[in-house]
């Protein structure tokens, strides 16, 4: 059994649910694993009472299908933030606090403007987040090479292996200009690559998305948003052959705890 | 009111995925003029806002900003050379539009309110194209004729969604003075689906009341009296011939199944065959509950909403069962026609089998993965008797408070509709997949197709969990087949219940009473709430957006009252209603075929059979339909479907992990081989669940807390020849149960499952018997895998290998059916199973494999590809039967209990002693090199392949 970390009073997230989200639990009991005190609140609470986020330091958007991805995914709800709450997590950002987006969550930040953010975040609209080349959703486990240093959430130096799970996952760009800023702007947090950490075609990169892209940082380093799932594997347990990996540890590392405890260590140290 | 008009297209550059695909079904189709498809995503929105606020929603709301582009109204054909042919699909009038409801949110979110929002489908075929291919191609992919309308290049808009509000006028059927010709003319003409019998115990009961019945009191006998809701056939009297000797039972299920759980009387067992799944305990404060369900016709008329509706419709059985559960896990069985056959061969009324694959995997995928329940474990079959009947097996697991597993609804209590909203949708679906399919149903019974949006079932979930844990109400259970009228019928059974149907919220005005008493809208549970509790339990479904309505009380006069605007539209004596109906008696006959052995001359080589077997569609690799399962949301998974080295060989069972702070386990399997079923439905049977319990005691499930489910799907039982093999398969279910100590927990039949085709022709699909099981794994850490672990680690097998060819893929691919059907050696086969548990359990045993279709060659073969390391085998140490001496009998029998159990060396001691007077030996070694080698018991190589070629085979003809 894994024993949590000592949860440190001081530290707390919030994951949010919505229609239709439905990673809440494990992502709730990741951060707890990693220290922080967490706890799942709906979106109509913050919309009541806006004050809700003050007593947080974390804000993750978990994963699941908001409004069952209605239109397009993350729309429905990334649209319902602009309209409520955009001005709140905006401040969020600017106190110096942290915002996590997992798949759907990646694709409400993505949408919402709030990645790969900048001057005109919320307006810009020059990358998003659409259908597999495949057509088709698929659960399947893959190789992340970090590409920033300066994205408080991940240990540059370390690649990591975790499972995708979703149907539009791929990362677009209006052109090429964009997508040169954003390798300029230093926006790209992790690449899909081999376990040699070479870039491929699919299924390598599972959805064919530019660049390999499997995740954005924003400029401030404290909002990522990734399509992988860190929440997925947070127990040697989870990993989809441990059972060949049981005498070499080393091997099976929990890849996805580095992500909430990078998260929790920054809070700490800083807020 | 102004009708604004958005059409959604891919921007371009920017990859048409769905346009895309359906060129490919298209060229499937055999139709290659077309050289490209365009789809477009239409918005057809009613309402006052103007042009600058139209332009605004179309940026901001339905448009991608970098894949997609906007244009306001109706776009022409496009520019070029090509023919263009425009094909527009809209839902049917009154069919459920989630992704209208989304949008109709996101413009209220923009402060604009709307009269109506409908979405449609928009392609643009360019190409030469007859107007009979247009059809060809709107008709196979383009679009359901059960829920949607094509319109080719018109100009009009569909019909606009206006309903005229209802009416109340009571409608009498009167019953009294009919013969027994009028009484079988008014159940056919009104779709009862009453027999003769039937309708005589109700004309003689409203002859005793003095007056005729309404509409709604003939629906609501209709459906709670129906096979699918009642069971009659399986709990009938039955004489049976058995080979010319007679038995007899008074109530078939109630000496097989029910009397093995009966004279097991576990412990553990919680709740049986009593609510709307199985109750077993799982640890000192949690308890399981298990429930597989078959959604067979609508999948055959619909496969994507039928499938999903399937999916969506056994996740509310543990939601609803005891005070409800939490659903942790999915189970999907499908049996499919071939999927290469010819279009020219697909009767009428029949979609093509690949069609239907796609459709039902698509669905199960789309509602499964949007609930946030891992996927888990399933199978897929296939046989061309499964053609115009596929089966859609849909398997929910539920976690629940020990405490909290039985209801107590009281007399006093409201009674409250909660989730979705009732609809036209789902109308007589229970006595529909009561009845045989014929060509015509299509047309007949588009009705009965229910559509889901499994979004909405997410969030009553949400609600429900929290209401359940604030002990706010007293009673719960799912609205399922018969809607409305079995869950309050049914919790309601013992007190009585006073319903006002006016106040059950609709999608859309016009529904009558009957209509909404009867309808099997999705996503609406019924539960009951104390007065008190109403302010409370409103607050919680109100907090997040879940509908919540009182629509009457509970009695205590053990009456039924359905009102309307205070006006009396039906009463029914409870009693009646759920004990009213006649007692049923059948005749069922088994007679042994008279087959026999083929004669196959014996070779020196099988490595071109081994590689047939493996790329025959049933031993396939599924990894195309598992990868689009979500079987990892949770966090739970232990044992995943796809394991090995590279993530993709075929485990035996599923292991998930059901609490984040307890490291016990729960093992979750399937069994079924219908092809077993042409010679023996006894064997077959016993074999299903061997294989059950084989694939839980593989990944290291404890032997002694195995809980079983069975799931009939069968021809029509009014035949003695075809219920005849139910019965037989009846016996084996006692049989295995006792056997194994391993208690049925719950179970569900799916009867006549037959189609009459245009020309009188009639497919009945084989006996088929799902045999689904769970057990429980002390320490998920001692967890074993199927796939080869290091070189040199020692291999054995446990279990006899016996003269087993008939009805095996050996001889399958060989076009030979066989005589000699895999039987289960009801002493042994216990003792093996719980010497590889208790082996398992300490540690001795780093991979393990049930050894099932193909044999033992397959067996190996599929243990090192997912290993990615050799196997080097020699018979000489295979523990077999006397009559076992043919090497393609070694190779390919299928005979069942047999295990590959992969050891260190350092381990072969202990693992013998505790094997010992079991049929067991060792067969060979894992290698470095990459390849299998398989010496037959004279020494001689007879099998040598590389491992890429054996996994290409397996792995290629279902990678669509």
Same mark, same amino acid.
Request: proline fraction near 3%; charge should be negative; include cysteine.
């Given at each position: 059994m894994i024993q949590k970390g000592k949860i440190s009073n001081g530290v707390k997230a919030m994951v949010l649910r919505a229609a239709g989200i439905n990673c809440d639990m494990e992502t709730d009991y990741a951060l707890e694993l990693a220290g922080a005190k967490a706890q799942r609140v709906h979106i109509n609470r913050i919309i009541e009472d806006k004050s809700i986020l003050e007593q947080f330091q974390i804000i993750v958007f978990p994963g699941g299908f908001s409004y069952g991805d209605d239109v397009a995914a993350g729309k429905i709800l990334s649209n319902q933030i602009i309209h409520h709450l955009f001005d709140a997590i905006q401040r969020f950002?600017?106190?110096?606090?942290?915002?996590?987006?997992?798949?759907?969550?990646?694709?409400?930040?993505?949408?919402?403007?709030?990645?790969?953010?900048?001057?005109?975040?919320?307006?810009?609209?020059?990358?998003?987040?659409?259908?597999?080349?495949?057509?088709?959703?698929?659960?399947?486990?893959?190789?992340?090479?970090?590409?920033?240093?300066?994205?408080?959430?991940?240990?540059?130096?370390?690649?990591?292996?975790?499972?995708?799970?979703?149907?539009?996952?791929?990362?677009?760009?209006?052109?090429?200009?964009?997508?040169?800023?954003?390798?300029?702007?230093?926006?790209?947090?992790?690449?899909?690559?081999?376990?040699?950490?070479?870039e491929g075609t699919y299924p390598i990169n599972p959805n064919n998305s530019v660049d390999s892209i499997a995740g954005l940082t924003d400029t401030t380093g404290r909002v990522l948003g990734l399509m992988p799932h860190p929440e997925r594997f947070v127990r040697a347990t989870q990993h989809p052959h441990w059972s060949r990996l049981r005498n070499t540890p080393a091997e099976n590392r929990c890849d996805g705890m580095t992500i909430f405890r990078n998260a929790v260590r920054f809070v700490q140290r800083n807020l | 009111?102004?009708?604004?008009?958005? +059409?959604?297209?891919?921007?371009? $550059?920017?990859? &048409?995925?769905?346009?895309? #695909? /359906?060129?490919?079904? =298209?060229?499937?189709?055999?139709?290659?003029?077309?050289?490209?498809?365009?789809?477009?995503?239409?918005?057809?929105?009613?309402?006052?806002?103007?042009?600058?606020?139209?332009?605004?929603?179309?940026?901001?709301?339905?448009t991608d900003p970098v894949c997609e582009e906007c244009y306001i109204g109706r776009s022409g054909p496009p520019a070029g050379l090509a023919k263009a042919t425009l094909i +527009?699909?809209?839902?049917?009038? $009154?069919?459920? &539009?989630?992704?209208?409801? #989304? /949008?109709?949110?996101? =413009?209220?979110?923009?402060?604009?309110?709307?009269?109506?929002?409908?979405?449609?489908?928009?392609?643009?075929?360019?190409?030469?194209?007859?107007?009979?291919?247009?059809?060809?191609?709107?008709?196979?992919?383009l679009a359901n004729d059960c829920i949607e309308v094509v319109m080719i290049g018109s100009e009009a808009e569909p019909p606009s969604p206006h309903l005229k509000p209802y009416e109340l006028q009571i409608t009498h059927w009167p019953i009294c003075d009919l013969d027994d010709d009028g009484l079988v003319r008014l159940s056919k003409q009104k779709d009862l689906f009453l027999n003769l019998v039937e309708m005589q115990t109700i004309r003689d009961y409203y002859k005793q009341l003095g007056r005729e019945p309404t509409d709604v009191e003939l629906e609501t006998l209709a459906q709670t009296w129906s096979e699918h809701c009642v069971h009659k056939t399986l709990k009938s009297s039955v004489d049976m011939a058995i080979d010319g000797r007679q038995v007899h039972f008074e109530n078939l299920l109630k000496e097989t199944v029910f009397k093995a759980t009966e004279e097991l009387n576990k412990k553990w067992c919680i709740s049986v065959f009593a609510d709307n799944a199985g109750v077993v305990e799982f640890d000192e404060d949690s308890a399981i509950c298990f429930k597989v369900e078959t959604h067979n016709r609508p999948s055959a008329l619909d496969p994507y909403g039928g499938a999903a509706t399937g999916i969506g419709g056994v996740i509310r059985d543990p939601m609803g069962t005891g005070m409800g559960a939490r659903p942790i896990a999915n189970t999907d069985i499908f049996c499919f026609g071939r999927p290469e056959i010819k279009i020219e061969d697909i009767p009428k009324g029949v979609l093509h089998p690949r069609r239907i694959m796609k459709g039902v995997v698509g669905g199960v995928r789309d509602y499964g993965n949007r609930m946030g329940i891992p996927t888990v474990n399933g199978a897929i079959y296939f046989d061309d008797r499964y053609l115009a009947n596929p089966l859609v097996f849909c398997g929910n697991i539920g976690l629940m408070d020990k405490d909290k597993c039985f209801k107590n609804p009281q007399s006093g209590n409201l009674v409250m509709v909660v989730g979705?909203?009732?609809?036209?949708?789902?109308?007589?679906?229970?006595?529909?997949?009561?009845?045989?399919?014929?060509?015509?149903?299509?047309?007949?019974?588009?009705?009965?197709?229910?559509?889901?949006?499994?979004?909405?079932?997410?969030?009553?979930?949400?609600?429900?969990?929290?209401?359940?844990?604030?002990?706010?109400?007293?009673a719960i259970t799912d609205c399922g087949a018969g809607g409305l009228s079995s869950a309050v019928g049914e919790m309601g059974k013992e007190l009585g219940a006073k319903i006002d149907?006016?106040?059950?919220?609709?999608?859309?005005?016009?529904?009558?009473?009957?209509?909404?008493?009867?309808?099997?809208?999705?996503?609406?549970?019924?539960?009951?709430?104390?007065?008190?509790?109403?302010?409370?339990?409103?607050k919680i479904f109100d907090d997040e957006d879940v509908?919540?309505?009182?629509?009457g009380r509970f009695t205590n006069d053990e009456k039924l009252v359905l009102r309307y605007n205070g006006q009396k539209v039906g009463e029914l004596d409870m009693q009646f209603l759920h004990d009213g109906g006649p007692k049923y008696s059948r005749k069922a006959v088994w007679q042994s075929p008279?087959?026999?052995?083929?004669?196959m001359a014996e070779k020196d080589n099988y490595n071109d059979d081994v590689l047939e077997i493996l790329s025959s569609y049933n031993v396939a690799s599924k990894e195309w339909v598992i990868r689009q399962y979500d079987h990892e949301v949770q966090g739970s998974s232990v044992v995943k479907p796809l394991t090995g080295i590279d993530n993709d060989g075929p485990s035996d069972a599923a292991v998930i992990k059901p609490k984040f702070d307890s490291d016990k386990g729960l093992a979750i399997s399937c069994g079924m081989n219908p092809l077993y079923g042409d010679i023996d439905p006894y064997w077959m049977a016993l074999a299903g669940i061997d294989e059950a319990i084989r694939n839980l005691i593989c990944v290291g499930g404890r032997v002694d807390r195995i809980a079983l489910l069975d799931n009939f799907s069968w021809g029509n039982c009014t035949r003695p020849e075809t219920f005849g093999p139910l019965v037989r398969a009846a016996q084996a279910c006692y049989d295995g149960a006792i056997a194994f100590e391993a208690p049925f927990i719950s179970g569900k039949d799916s009867l006549n499952n037959e189609f009459s085709c245009e020309d009188g022709r009639q497919i009945a699909i084989p006996a088929t018997l799902l045999i689904s099981a769970i057990s429980i794994v002390d320490d998920i850490n001692r967890c074993v895998t199927m796939d080869a672990k290091r070189a040199s680690n020692l291999l054995f097998i446990v279990g006899e290998t016996k003269n087993e060819l008939g009805a095996s893929h050996y001889y399958k691919i060989h076009g030979h059916l066989g005589a000699n059907v895999p039987r289960v050696d009801l002493q042994k086969a216990p003792k093996i199973a719980r010497k590889i548990s208790l082996a398992i359990a300490d540690g001795l045993v780093v991979s393990c494999h049930d050894c099932s279709e193909g044999g033992l060659a397959v067996a190996l073969a599929e243990m090192a590809f997912a290993g990615g390391l050799g196997i080097e085998a020699d018979f000489r140490g295979l523990p077999k039967s006397y009559d076992c001496s043919r090497t393609d009998v070694q190779l390919f029998s299928e005979s069942n209990s047999r295990?590959?159990?992969?050891?260190?060396?350092?381990?072969?001691?202990?693992?013998?002693?505790?094997?010992?007077?079991?049929?067991?030996?060792?067969?060979?070694?894992?290698?470095?090199?990459?390849?299998?080698?398989i010496k037959a018991d004279d020494g001689k190589t007879v099998i040598q392949s590389d491992l890429d070629s054996l996994k290409q085979a397996w792995k290629r003809p279902l990678s669509w």
């Open positions: 950002i600017d106190d110096g606090k942290l915002v996590l987006g997992i798949c759907n969550g990646f694709q409400v930040l993505v949408k919402m403007g709030i990645l790969p953010g900048g001057d005109s975040a919320g307006a810009r609209q020059d990358v998003s987040i659409t259908y597999n080349d495949s057509g088709k959703f698929e659960d399947r486990w893959v190789y992340l090479a970090p590409q920033t240093r300066s994205c408080i959430f991940i240990e540059p130096d370390r690649q990591i292996y975790l499972p995708v799970a979703h149907g539009e996952g791929k990362v677009v760009t209006k052109d090429e200009a964009a997508l040169e800023n954003l390798k300029s702007g230093g926006h790209i947090a992790f690449k899909y690559v081999d376990k040699n950490g070479q | 009111m102004r009708q604004w008009r958005f +059409e959604i297209f891919n921007r371009p $550059g920017s990859a &048409d995925v769905h346009g895309n #695909s /359906v060129l490919e079904d =298209i060229n499937e189709l055999g139709i290659s003029s077309v050289e490209a498809v365009q789809s477009a995503k239409v918005f057809l929105i009613e309402a006052d806002f103007d042009g600058a606020f139209a332009k605004r929603l179309a940026k901001e709301v339905l +527009e699909v809209h839902l049917k009038s $009154g069919v459920t &539009d989630p992704v209208a409801e #989304s /949008v109709t949110s996101a =413009i209220a979110d923009m402060a604009v309110a709307v009269n109506n929002v409908r979405t449609a489908r928009k392609y643009i075929l360019l190409g030469e194209l007859t107007t009979s291919q247009i059809d060809t191609i709107a008709k196979k992919i979705g909203r009732t609809g036209r949708d789902g109308i007589h679906g229970a006595t529909f997949s009561s009845g045989e399919i014929t060509h015509e149903y299509e047309t007949i019974f588009s009705h009965a197709v229910q559509i889901g949006n499994a979004i909405t079932e997410k969030k009553m979930l949400d609600v429900l969990l929290q209401a359940n844990k604030a002990g706010l109400y007293e149907l006016e106040k059950v919220p609709l999608k859309y005005t016009g529904l009558n009473y009957t209509e909404i008493w009867i309808s099997e809208a999705q996503e609406r549970m019924v539960i009951a709430v104390r007065d008190e509790n109403l302010h409370a339990i409103k509908e919540a309505t009182v629509i008279a087959l026999a052995e083929p004669a295990y590959v159990v992969e050891v260190e060396p350092a381990n072969y001691d202990a693992f013998a002693r505790m094997m010992l007077n079991l049929p067991f030996g060792q067969i060979g070694e894992v290698t470095q090199e990459k390849s299998l080698i």
